[in-house]
């Protein structure tokens, strides 16, 4: 089109009058005008971007983002009734998400407290039980497991709030993408419009809260990809009583380390139930809330190490900071961070300690031997070499144990420093970091200037290889610009990136029997023996990669959630090279990083015997030979180096083919199998056809305007003839008379 206007400009007025040379412009501006809304038509980047069979779930669950928000919570300390009551309202509204039990229940515990007085909402037991949430979706045995212990003291109130609302918070952002059901068909009619209704509902509703698409994607990962155990109230007669102790007992005096008499261990139901719990699991990471001053506070904490570092130290002090920096401000201030010895005091029989070194420091553990309840067997103090690893870090939320302002509200909650921070929703982040964390993750986010819809959504039953359906996109043969495809990816679950890329081959060429199966994650050993027995093989070429690149994640910054994207300041970009690639060719690509590699070293000099790491939460990330089973085979904490993404699908269309994300949600909806047909991978014959149309018009139109253009000009040359022969006539006659008068 801008030629067409230079080339007019250049002709100039007298030109253009020329018949030849209008006919010359006019059939250039119209083949300039038919190939601009060809090569416009034709352009990959403002094709649609959704699959046609997911058209109809994203214009109805499409989350829209308010300017403000709209609906602003004010937060209040819970009493044990209100507590209680949230318990079996979580339980009952999202039952595929959560397990509510006691520790009565499951270890067969008694319960502190005496009838009628204590806990009477537990009405069928004699004193108060210890209840219990779960919140998951994943059965995996690696699935990461945290611990939110509320309160070990009764009367500091803040802890068991924070745990409650963030259970709450990650209970309805995870129920709301679970939506529509799984469970639901497309093909079920009424209720598949209902499944629609309530994905709209809650999205629309989740926006007034001013939980955004992207909070809400990674609140759910947590809850699809993590085991969070949570324990409102350990002490619950403490809590009920508003009173430290349990009775006379202190429970954060009554675990089984660094101790001086071991009859004075396990002595309350508090410690029972948080020792019980413990040994069901394998925790990396944990919180214990407690109150009467403000601190993040790691280990050590223990009076025979007041003088030493632990071996965890490097990752324990970067751990904390996060805690602090994305808990933010309240009253100006951040949580000060460091050992317990120095900002709180030491102690013996601590839970941080013990949980953090009771399977390690044998020679400081030995079996309690408590007479209270009836006793306790001594073989519940007898632990696996993998039990207690975790970092369990002490969390003093405010000067005041029941502070009666500056509790808070969920007005700009993401936000460090937003207009609602206090002393709940600031331990609502930090919990939140916790959990994230735990493990590490890569995510790749988009593909050109196509994001994806969904990130991981809980409830959605996956298989092997079903990523290829589950996350995928169309691409043109050829690619774009120099035959590449630009990629983003996200790297969260730890602080530095010490390397990350893409990976990317042709799914034929890899075989069903490799690690790459799009739903676990291989452990070194299975990367090195498939990649030992490819390069012995005439395919050792089949993987390709971008370059290596490094950085740090949003919590290594210490500015989290800028914006709109949590990871916004630390997306990866790079390309990948498809122009060798044929229509029908499907790529998988997949996003690979290391991180935090530092933390397998511990500091120079203080640390007592020179131990390197020991918890899982390290070992997990730096060292592939770590490897830790519970006895019953329901966990597992195994290291590795790499963490690779749910791989991308690309699939390659014709030349002229849309560009668009044809991910399917539910691989496991018959309705949903007939994938990608043939009318996909070609172009769009609307398209097409319109194309076909312009130009047939616009040769009419050059015809008509080449046939009015002869017709003046043949009118004209009429016209000019006629002249001539007048002329010619009038000086014949004038030839004539001057002949007869002569």
């Known amino acids: 089109m801008i030629a067409w206007f230079r080339f007019r400009s250049r002709l100039g007025g007298h030109a253009l009058s020329h018949p030849r040379t209008t006919i010359a412009?006019?059939?250039?501006?119209?083949?300039?005008?038919?190939?601009?809304?060809?090569?416009?038509?034709?352009?990959?980047?403002?094709?649609?971007?959704?699959?046609?069979?997911?058209?109809?779930?994203?214009?109805?669950?499409?989350?829209?983002?308010?300017?403000?928000?709209?609906?602003?919570?004010?937060?209040?300390?819970?009493?044990?009734?209100?507590?209680?009551?949230?318990?079996?309202?979580?339980?009952?509204?999202?039952?595929?998400?959560?397990?509510?039990?006691?520790?009565?229940?499951?270890?067969?515990?008694?319960?502190?407290?005496?009838?009628?007085?204590?806990?009477?909402?537990?009405?069928?037991?004699?004193?108060?039980?210890?209840?219990v949430l779960t919140i998951s979706s994943s059965n995996k045995p690696d699935t990461p497991e945290v611990f939110l212990s509320g309160a070990l003291h009764g009367d500091e109130r803040v802890g068991p709030t924070v745990v409650m609302e963030t259970a709450r918070l990650l209970l309805r952002a995870a129920h709301c993408t679970s939506l529509p059901s799984p469970t639901v068909k497309s093909t079920d009619g009424d209720a598949w419009e209902a499944e629609l209704t309530a994905a709209r509902d809650c999205r629309d509703d989740l926006s007034e809260r001013g939980i955004t698409p992207s909070r809400r994607r990674w609140l759910s990962r947590l809850v699809a990809t993590r085991r969070i155990v949570v324990l409102p109230t350990a002490n619950a007669l403490g809590f009920f009583r508003n009173k430290r102790e349990e009775g006379n007992i202190d429970p954060n005096r009554d675990f089984p380390y660094d101790l001086q008499d071991y009859t004075r261990c396990m002595v309350s139901i508090a410690g029972r139930s948080v020792n019980e719990i413990f040994r069901s699991h394998l925790f990396q990471l944990a919180v214990t809330f407690h109150g009467g001053m403000e601190a993040v506070g790691y280990e050590w904490g223990a009076p025979s190490y007041s003088s030493f570092v632990a071996p965890d130290s490097l990752s324990q002090a970067d751990i904390s900071r996060v805690y602090s920096t994305f808990g933010g401000e309240v009253k100006g201030k951040t949580y000060p961070v460091g050992t317990m010895n120095e900002l709180v005091y030491p102690v013996?029989?601590?839970?941080?300690?013990?949980?953090?070194?009771?399977?390690?420091?044998?020679?400081?553990?030995?079996?309690?031997?408590?007479?209270?309840?009836?006793?306790?067997?001594?073989?519940?103090?007898?632990?696996?070499?993998?039990?207690?690893?975790?970092?369990?870090?002490?969390?003093?939320?405010?000067?005041?144990?029941?502070?009666?302002?500056?509790?808070?509200?969920?007005?700009?909650?993401?936000?460090?420093?937003?207009?609602?921070?206090?002393?709940?929703?600031?331990?609502?982040?930090l919990a939140l970091s916790m959990i994230d964390l735990v493990e590490p993750y890569v995510v790749i986010n988009s593909v050109e200037d196509i994001p994806f819809e969904e990130d991981i959504i809980p409830g959605i039953e996956v298989y092997t290889r079903s990523c290829i359906k589950t996350r995928a996109v169309l691409v043109p043969e050829g690619g774009l610009e120099f035959g590449m495809v630009p990629f983003s990816?996200?790297?969260?679950?730890?602080?530095?990136?010490?390397?990350?890329?893409?990976?990317?081959?042709?799914?034929?060429?890899?075989?069903?029997?490799?690690?790459?199966?799009?739903?676990?994650?291989?452990?070194?050993?299975?990367?090195?023996?498939?990649?030992?027995?490819?390069?012995?093989?005439?395919?050792?070429?089949?993987?390709?990669?971008?370059?290596?690149?490094?950085?740090?994640?949003s919590w290594g910054t210490y500015n989290p959630f800028d914006g709109e994207n949590y990871h916004k300041d630390t997306a990866f970009t790079s390309t990948i090279d498809v122009s060798g690639l044929r229509k029908g060719d499907k790529l998988a690509v997949f996003a690979v990083a290391k991180v935090d590699q530092s933390w397998k070293d511990n500091v120079d000099g203080n640390v007592k015997g020179n131990l390197a790491p020991q918890t899982h939460v390290v070992n997990a990330r730096t060292n592939p030979e770590w490897r830790y089973e519970s006895t019953d085979g329901e966990q597992l904490v195994q290291g590795r180096l790499l963490w690779f993404s749910v791989p991308v699908t690309v699939v390659v269309g014709s030349a002229k083919t849309a560009f668009m994300e044809i991910s399917i949600r539910n691989p496991l909806d018959e309705s949903e199998l007939e994938w990608i047909d043939d009318d996909l991978l070609e172009e769009r014959s609307y398209r097409f056809l319109f194309t076909v149309i312009v130009s047939a018009y616009g040769i009419i139109f050059i015809g008509l305007v080449i046939w009015k253009l002869m017709h003046i000009r043949d009118k004209k040359l009429r016209h000019e003839h006629r002249g001539i022969q007048m002329r010619e006539c009038d000086t014949l006659q004038l030839d004539n008379g001057i002949t007869i008068l002569s």
């Open 25 to 131: 412009t006019s059939s250039l501006f119209l083949l300039t005008v038919t190939l601009s809304l060809q090569q416009i038509l034709s352009s990959p980047k403002i094709r649609s971007t959704i699959h046609p069979k997911n058209e109809q779930i994203h214009r109805n669950t499409q989350q829209i983002t308010p300017s403000r928000q709209e609906k602003i919570n004010s937060f209040s300390l819970l009493s044990a009734t209100q507590i209680h009551t949230l318990l079996s309202k979580l339980s009952r509204s999202y039952p595929t998400l959560t397990n509510l039990t006691t520790t009565q229940e499951l270890y067969n515990l008694p319960t502190a407290g005496h009838p009628p007085n204590d806990c009477p909402y537990d009405d069928d037991v004699p004193g108060c039980y210890n209840h």
């Open 348 to 429: 013996r029989g601590g839970m941080e300690d013990w949980a953090y070194a009771g399977s390690w420091d044998t020679q400081r553990v030995n079996q309690c031997k408590p007479r209270t309840y009836g006793g306790y067997d001594a073989e519940k103090t007898k632990y696996g070499n993998g039990t207690l690893r975790m970092f369990n870090v002490l969390v003093e939320t405010s000067d005041s144990k029941e502070p009666q302002t500056n509790i808070g509200t969920d007005e700009d909650l993401f936000n460090p420093k937003g207009k609602g921070s206090g002393h709940v929703p600031r331990n609502i982040r």
């Open 489 to 553: 990816w996200t790297v969260g679950g730890g602080i530095t990136v010490d390397e990350t890329y893409l990976m990317y081959a042709k799914w034929d060429d890899i075989a069903e029997t490799s690690p790459f199966d799009g739903t676990t994650q291989p452990t070194q050993k299975q990367l090195d023996d498939f990649f030992a027995d490819l390069e012995s093989s005439e395919n050792k070429n089949t993987f390709k990669y971008s370059d290596k690149q490094t950085g740090k994640t």
